[in-house]
């Protein structure tokens, strides 16, 4: 086993305390035909191992991914090391009545095969739902000992201060962040900072673009140009505007021209950038194998100069502009569930 030197954040005041790198477990339970394809559980146990030797201690999953097969299959790979795991969960707004957030909370606990959820976040904004009902039961929850921190999930300023008016005590706000994705820098962010509540980000490298692996946007697979940053016309995209792919391709080639002027490579700088950012409590990203749980690590433990950290930021400003400050990256503003 290897020495554990990973850097850990605490997230807010909660008490919970993460390894600056989680992983993304999204595609753990995975079959042919979900979102990221067959994921069997000598591949998941391989990752986790290898994460956990590493000093990475975060997990993220949520009910809804691959329908509770995520949620089985790091239980089943976790056995033996529990203790030494902070797992996060998640469940949907619709759940979110009085009587479900308890039902579905058991739920998630016996698919993990565990007593506790570390993080048990709403994964996005309640609609419908009295948020009183919602965050009273999680409380209750917390007070029982099943759950150690209360989470949201694209939780904007208005859901967040909403959500804190119930008086539960809100540990993580999990958000879509990276060099390409930078609303939440307008108004989120600073809220969280300013109320101690943490930040985990997912798709720091915008689920592998941020790599620089792909030559042209035409080879990206369409699931992974359904967001605001490509034209709307592209397959399954829901946000009818016309994207930013000139921008995108010019942010992608001053990338790898930094990358060759500092020796880094552009998915190290991705997610060096995120870790440095203020109010930045964990990293998520999911890794198909070791060796990218690998190149992560090394990336999220790169401490960059300033000098290149205010590049990163000149370099991506101009998307950041074209984009907006709409935080959602799969709807339009108008149609935007974060507010
Ligand atoms: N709260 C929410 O609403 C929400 C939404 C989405 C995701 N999440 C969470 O965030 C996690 C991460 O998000 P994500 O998985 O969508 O995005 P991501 O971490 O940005 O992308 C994961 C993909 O990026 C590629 N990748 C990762 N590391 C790499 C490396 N070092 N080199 C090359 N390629 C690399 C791999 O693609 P290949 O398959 O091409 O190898 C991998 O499958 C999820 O598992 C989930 O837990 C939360």
Redesign the pocket.
């Known amino acids: 086993m290897e020495v554990d030197t990973l850097e850990k954040r605490h997230a807010g005041v909660s008490g919970a305390e993460l390894s600056i790198l989680g992983i993304?477990?999204?595609?753990f339970g995975g079959t042919s035909d979900d979102y990221?394809g067959s994921h069997d559980d000598n591949e998941a146990r391989n990752l986790v191992a290898a994460a956990m030797d590493r000093g990475v201690n975060y997990f993220?999953?949520?009910e809804v991914?691959n329908e509770g097969r995520s949620e089985e299959a790091l239980g089943r790979v976790l056995k033996g090391r529990r203790d030494e795991a902070v797992i996060g969960t998640?469940i949907l707004p619709d759940n979110c009545s009085k009587a479900g957030v308890r039902e579905h909370c058991e739920a998630s606990l016996r698919r993990l095969d565990t007593d506790y959820i570390d993080i048990y976040m709403v994964?996005?904004p309640l609609r419908g739902q009295p948020v009183e009902d919602a965050f009273g039961t999680l409380k209750e929850l917390k007070d029982e000992g099943k759950i150690r921190v209360i989470g949201v999930?694209?939780f904007g300023v208005k859901d967040l201060t909403e959500a804190l008016g119930t008086g539960a005590e809100i540990g993580i706000n999990?958000m879509?962040y990276n060099l390409l994705s930078r609303a939440i820098e307008a108004e989120i962010l600073p809220l969280c900072i300013e109320r101690k509540i943490g930040i985990s980000t997912?798709?720091?490298?915008?689920?592998?673009i941020l790599?620089g692996?792909y030559a042209t946007i035409d080879e990206i697979h369409p699931n992974r140009t359904r967001t605001r940053h490509f034209r709307g016309d592209r397959p399954d995209s829901r946000h009818g505007e016309a994207g930013a792919e000139m921008e995108v391709d010019q942010v992608l080639g001053d990338l790898r021209t930094l990358a060759s002027e500092t020796g880094h490579s552009v998915?190290q700088m991705a997610l060096a950038w995120v870790a440095a950012r203020k109010g930045i409590t964990c990293v998520?990203?999911?890794?198909?194998n070791v060796e990218?749980l690998e190149?992560?690590i090394e990336g999220v433990s790169l401490k960059l100069d300033e000098s290149v950290l205010v590049r990163l930021d000149e370099i991506t400003e101009p998307l950041y502009k074209k984009l907006g400050t709409n935080p959602d990256y799969w709807q339009s503003l108008e149609n935007s569930r974060i507010r």
């Open positions: 993304g477990c999204w595609m990221w993220d999953v949520a991914y998640k994964h996005w999930s694209n999990q879509h997912y798709m720091p490298l915008l689920q592998g790599t692996k998915g998520i990203a999911g890794a198909r990218q190149a992560n």
